[in-house]
């Protein structure tokens, strides 16, 4: 389950990591707002669209398609564009755009449908995907600093970088395949459902010829093979007289009909108003994070540091958010409106963080412990408070409605996504307009006349 985790957030992570190369690839763009925003607006398409079809493809039908959806962009930018560079800068934009949109659809499908399926198993479980999800930006992180610290040719290392995320991603899709076959994992899932349409419980005639007497037997779930040759359609069983017959009745095609539009809202509703505390909770940590991380973050720049400032702010992020998911895992007994207040006083990062980049040029807090120690709080208290209720929501419900609760706690999760993002575009504005002190004081050195 945390290798789980890691596939689903890791191609992301990829393309929004590599910030220095986008940096010097697109100048003065907003290229990191761009495909945050990009992210999210299709994520939550994709979410709704999951969330929509969680009864009608099935479960690994849906991680399968979103792992394959992940791996095609992430492969074709490495060897297409960074690489061979067959694109122009307008072109290379747009389809790097394009990929994050891809990618973006299948792993949201991925991480839709491992909340469901992870809320069919114990609570640990959760907990663990949640956990590789920072695990992912941990790993990401760590990859790009030793390819940029080990490769002083750029393109090279933003492509050993790509190729051993698409590794990462590949070793991911196989050990999916190998465990969703596991005892425990069948044996839990298998659990809660009920049975399908056509599949389940039908009936039996019993005809006693000698007195015409008929009567009808309810017949337990087949198996999935179909059950024995006794108990198949065209079995017949005679007495010694000949007197008696017995024979099946196959079922109808027809009762595999969809539920309708009505059923499904109304399940859908059943189950928020039991985590409504915990589905906003989840909505306002993540809104918060995604106003700052990781658009602001990138843009924060130092004198010394250059581009290695938003590197490293961004590798303390992940990793202090792989610390706060584990931290999750401690028992403590939340009440639903408590976690939802917690939450809501991480607001406090947003001016705190506008002070690293404002006033432009000369920010308030310009020294680079600030925005790393701010980096690092605000990493501990979004692994915590995005972790907990998830884990808590799958608790809160009947078995039979867990995967539909973690469908339902990743809609809210990505509404806070996308509305973080779109709030990011006004943060960005306050980066804009001024040239940065330290440009300013080697750019008047430059000019200056050397002393005879």
Known sequence: MLLAGVGFLLPYNSFITDVDYLHHKYPGTSIVF???????????????LNNALVERLSLHTRITAGYLLA??????????????????????????????????????????????YTGMLP??????????????????????????????????GTLIFFLVSVGLELLCFLLHLLVRRSRFVLYHTARPRPSRPGCGAGYRIHHDVSTED????????????????????????TSSRGAYTRFDVPRPRIRRSWPS?????????VVARVIWADMLSIAVTYFITLC??????????????GEWLPILIMAVFNLSDFVGKILAALPMDWRGTHLLACSCLRVVF??????????????ALRHPAWPCVLSLLMGISNGYFGSVPMILAAGKVSPRQRE???????????????LGSAVAYCTYSLTRGAPSSCLHTSTTNASAPASP
């Open 214 to 237: 008929v009567h009808f037997e309810h017949q337990g779930p087949t198996l999935s093979n179909g059950g024995s040759p006794k108990d198949s359609p065209a079995h017949e069983v």
């Open 71 to 116: 791996l095609g962009p992430l492969l074709f930018i490495s060897v297409c564009d960074v690489w061979l560079q067959l694109f122009s800068r307008d072109q290379a934009y747009a389809i790097n755009l394009a990929a994050v949109g891809t990618v973006a659809f299948g792993c949201t499908v991925q991480q839709s449908s491992f909340y469901g």
């Open 292 to 305: 700052l991380f990781p658009g602001l973050e990138s843009e924060i720049r130092h004198c010394i540091l």
């Open 261 to 269: 539009f009505r059923a499904l809202l109304l399940h859908r509703y």
């Open 404 to 418: 539909l609760a973690g469908n339902t706690m990743t809609v809210s999760y990505m509404t806070g996504l996308t």
């Open 350 to 363: 947003i001016p705190l963080f506008i002070l690293c980049v404002y006033p432009s040029g000369t920010p």
């Open 34 to 48: 761009d495909m945050s925003l990009t992210y999210i607006l299709v994520a939550l398409v994709a979410v709704l």
């Open 123 to 156: 609570k640990r479980y959760t907990q663990g995907v949640m956990t590789g999800e920072s695990t992912a930006g941990v790993m990401v992180s760590l990859s790009r600093i030793l390819t940029k610290l080990l490769l002083p040719d750029e393109r090279a």
